[in-house]
């Protein structure tokens, strides 16, 4: 790198503390408000919840650039047009967060006329001079265009880039020309996908080797996963972007508090595609307050109407159930002490067994006794997987499925964070994985199609919407890289839900974008582009809607540790 890429690079960063200065003293204003007695008081924030979402929003929109000039800076010799990327998106970040914190400022305790004398003085001024000009936005998609491809330098090596080209393949070869079809016809995802999938390995990219999968025993790597999703996504997000995600989410469960049997017996299958699995979380009465739920578990033993052994009846209802259908195992989290005053310490986990059904909608009576009713939630997209309302009937289910066994009594809730964490960065890479297919589609249109004698990537506007819609996804890239090293290394639970906070705001807009360059043909149907966008939608919904992640996570827990870091320093 140049003595004045290093200069600029140490510019940026300078003006990201800056601002990370104000969001700090901003998060300190609300710890204040919410200090009662001496303590912080967590409820308390529900009375300042807005100023709370967009600070939220802050620290990710400064997280992202950040990582992003640690990109560039160790990829920019091999393309330098990451460097110049860099820059430009840490100069619109820096707006962004800027006009956040102008437009809350006295909600988060800030002075406007400091953050006005802020844009008019240097570090930010100059920087924002050079790097901030619509010009350089321009010339990233001008690059695009001339291009032809998203690619840039991946950072992760050669065995990384090696499996992403092996994915790129499967899904342009199996998944992209089956795509549109599941889409329109909302059908189930075909055999050929899931065994295709299965014997490439994809099922076991979180699981250890000794128990089948391909992550290395001796230590976590989630980036492979996130490799591997992103390019499933590209595909297509119902159709194969997802089937990580719940053997990824069960297998981090029963890594964190399985025990060595059920690791021994589950995760193998698992890993092999054998055992396809489902997440049942979510109730018609709560969501994401997973301490709320109420999936009734009662212990039972002996042969009572017909039900043998000793286990767990499970009566109640679950929702928004995705792969229900089709799994062949449901992973519920349920309510093992009746007094619901305990919260989230009454929650225990099961694993659930039964047949795979196809369609719609299923009715399985179970030989031990009970059943389980399940019927798909028509969506606008998202189509192949199909999420299911369920219906639990004194459904038994033996000792041997709690997870954790005895020890695994009152632990759900601590299970299911474990299994979220890595579910909310692998769901950051289907973001990443739709705003890809989404900007390819764009740059292919744009060079195609003319407007007014001229091709649509000829003009200015369309070459800033491209560079723009290029770095974001980058960043969020990136982002979800670094994001997945913390979570090996024992740490990052925050931080992934403050990158899947960004990463899948920015596939809405990403796809947004696209379908505004296709013009009328992006909003028909049988324009690709027109399913990223309604499949993008979801993205901040699942796994933790935005507003859950923002004020009940991030916010909450920025707010909480205000007084432990060093005014400006990353998160």
């Known amino acids: 790198m140049t003595s004045i890429q290093s200069s600029q690079f140490t510019l940026a960063a300078e003006c990201l503390a800056v601002l990370r200065t104000e969001v700090d003293m901003g998060l300190l204003h609300l710890n204040g408000l919410c200090t009662v007695g001496g303590r912080f008081a967590a409820s308390q924030l529900d009375a300042h919840q807005k100023v709370s979402y967009e600070l939220a929003f802050c620290a990710a929109e400064l997280e992202a650039p950040a990582i992003m000039l640690k990109y560039a800076d160790k990829v920019g010799a091999e393309d330098k047009l990451t460097v110049q990327m860099a820059l430009a998106f840490c100069a619109e970040n820096l707006r962004a967060v800027w006009q956040r914190l102008l437009a809350h400022s006295a909600e988060a305790g800030l002075s406007n006329r400091r953050l006005l004398d802020l844009m008019g003085s240097e570090p930010l001024a100059g920087f924002l001079a050079e790097h901030g000009d619509v010009s350089q936005f321009a010339a990233i998609g001008a690059e695009l265009m001339a291009r032809g491809n998203v ?5 992760l ?11 790129a393949r499967f899904a342009e070869q199996v998944v992209m020309p089956q795509a549109e079809h599941i889409h329109r016809c909302d059908t189930d995802i075909p055999d050929e996908i899931i065994e295709g999938a299965a014997e490439m390995g994809c099922f076991g990219t979180c699981i250890p080797e000794r128990f089948g999968g391909l992550m290395p025993d001796e230590r976590h790597d989630s980036i ?20 990580i995600t719940r053997p990824e989410i069960a297998a981090r ?10 690791k021994a017996v589950w995760l193998p299958q698992l890993a092999a595609g054998e055992k396809l699995a489902a997440i049942a979380i979510t109730e018609p009465d709560y969501g994401s307050n997973v301490a709320g739920l109420t999936l009734k578990a009662t212990k039972t033993s002996g042969k009572v109407d017909g039900k043998t052994g000793s286990g767990w009846l499970l009566n109640g209802a679950k929702t928004w159930c995705t792969f229900a259908g089709k799994a062949d195992v449901v992973v519920a989290i349920a309510r093992t002490d009746p007094d619901q005053s305990l919260g989230h310490r009454g929650l225990s986990m099961f694993l659930v067994e039964k047949p795979r059904f196809a369609g719609h909608e299923f009715n399985f009576i179970n030989p031990n006794g009970g059943q389980l009713n399940g ?84 003009y200015q506007l369309t070459q800033v919407k491209l560079g723009r819609m290029w770095a974001a996804l980058i960043a969020s890239r990136q982002f979800s890289y670094a994001v997945a090293r913390m979570l090996d290394d024992g740490a990052g639970k925050m931080e992934a839900s403050l990158v899947k906070l960004f990463s899948c705001r920015a596939a809405e807009w990403v796809t947004r974008e696209a379908l505004q360059i296709h013009g009328g043909m992006g909003y028909a149907e049988e324009s690709d582009v ?31 540790n205000a007084g432990n870091r060093n005014p400006g320093e990353n998160i």
């Open 151 to 155: 690619r840039l330098p991946s950072g």
């Open 157 to 167: 090596g050669e065995e990384k880039d090696m499996i992403q080209d092996s994915f």
């Open 224 to 243: 492979g996963m996130l490799v591997v999703t992103e390019e499933l996504s590209r595909g297509s997000l119902g159709a194969a972007g997802s089937l």
């Open 253 to 262: 469960a029963l890594l964190t508090g399985g025990t060595e049997e059920q």
């Open 375 to 458: 019927k798909a939630i028509p969506t606008i997209g998202y189509r192949g997987m199909h999420s299911f309302d369920l219906s639990f009937e004194d459904f038994f289910v033996p000792d041997s499925h709690l997870v954790g066994g005895p020890e695994g009594l009152g632990q759900g809730f601590y299970l299911t964070m474990a299994g979220l964490s890595g579910g909310r960065i692998q769901t950051s890479a289907r973001a990443c994985g739709v705003m890809k297919a989404a900007l390819e589609r764009a740059v292919s249109y744009a060079g195609d199609r003319k407007v007014f004698d001229a091709p649509v990537g000829d």
């Open 530 to 560: 027109s399913r990223y966008f309604v499949d993008a939608r979801v993205l901040s919904i699942f796994e933790g809607a935005e507003e859950t992640l923002a004020l009940k996570v991030i916010s909450r827990e920025l707010i909480a």
